[in-house]
T-cell receptor, first 112, second 115 residues
Framework: GDSVTQMEGPVTLSEEAFLTINCTYT??????LFWYVQYPGEGLQLLLK?????DKGSNKGFEATYRKETTSFHLEKGSVQVSDSAVYFC???????????FGSGTRLQVQP | SQTIHQWPATLVQPVGSPLSLECTVE??????LYWYRQAAGRGLQLLFY??????ISSEVPQNLSASRPQDRQFILSSKKLLLSDSGFYLC??????????????FGPGTRLTVL
């Protein structure tokens, strides 16, 4: 079946450091890919998305590129802030399917 | 614009008691609706989804049930809660039209603690 694998957390960085959170997926066909962010005590917010190979999703300084050849969708940010501290979820879905398949989430802690 | 509401925000219930969580969506018609559960330190698991009034699909067998009495209302229920029902319950919606992707939008969640 389909699955999403994320790097184990927590990831602890200093403010202004470069961020990479790895995400790889196993799927048949070509799903759409998403990154969601969950701030403490809140629901999930869509951070960015990509719907086909080589698409780059971007939002709030975060970027991720849909890599079909490596089945990856790594999240990056050039300079993190304390306010970026949250749990980040990678997810996929196929056209016509109902359920998002989520990774287990990666907690990011940014220290001042 | 569309908004999604959930209540209550937090709930503490004894084992064996009933449960009713409510989700409503505003600003859209005939949405697909979803209930997910997030157990402590884990990812999200889809529990139920609905493509229309009275149409419910269950993804996992359990003591929970869902109902959709109105187009934009989705209710999660249980007759008798178990300790293992504790978690963070998230409602989500997506547009009903088939497109190249089904982007889902999440509510603020309900944190349920069963004691």
């Amino acid at each position: 079946g389909d699955s999403v694998t994320q790097m184990e957390g927590p990831v602890t960085l200093s403010e202004e450091a470069f961020l990479t959170i790895n995400c790889t997926y196993t799927a048949t066909g070509y799903p759409s890919l998403f990154w969601y962010v969950q701030y403490p005590g809140e629901g999930l917010q869509l951070l960015l998305k990509a719907t086909k190979a080589d698409d780059k999703g971007s939002n709030k300084g975060f970027e991720a590129t849909y890599r079909k050849e490596t089945t990856s969708f790594h999240l990056e940010k050039g300079s993190v802030q304390v306010s970026d501290s949250a749990v980040y979820f990678c997810a996929l879905i196929y056209t016509g399917r109902r359920a998002l398949t989520f990774g287990s989430g990666t907690r990011l802690q940014v220290q001042p | 614009s569309q908004t999604i509401h959930q209540w209550p925000a937090t709930l503490v219930q004894p084992v064996g008691s009933p449960l009713s969580l409510e989700c409503t969506v505003e600003g859209t018609s005939n949405p697909n609706l979803y209930w997910y559960r997030q157990a402590a330190g884990r990812g999200l698991q889809l529990l139920f989804y609905s493509v229309g009034i009275g149409q419910i699909s269950s993804e996992v067998p359990q003591n929970l049930s869902a109902s959709r009495p109105q187009d934009r209302q989705f209710i999660l229920s249980s007759k008798k809660l178990l300790l293992s029902d504790s978690g963070f319950y998230l409602c989500a919606w997506s547009p009903s039209s088939v497109s190249s992707y089904n982007e889902q939008f999440f509510g603020p969640g309900t944190r349920l603690t069963v004691l």
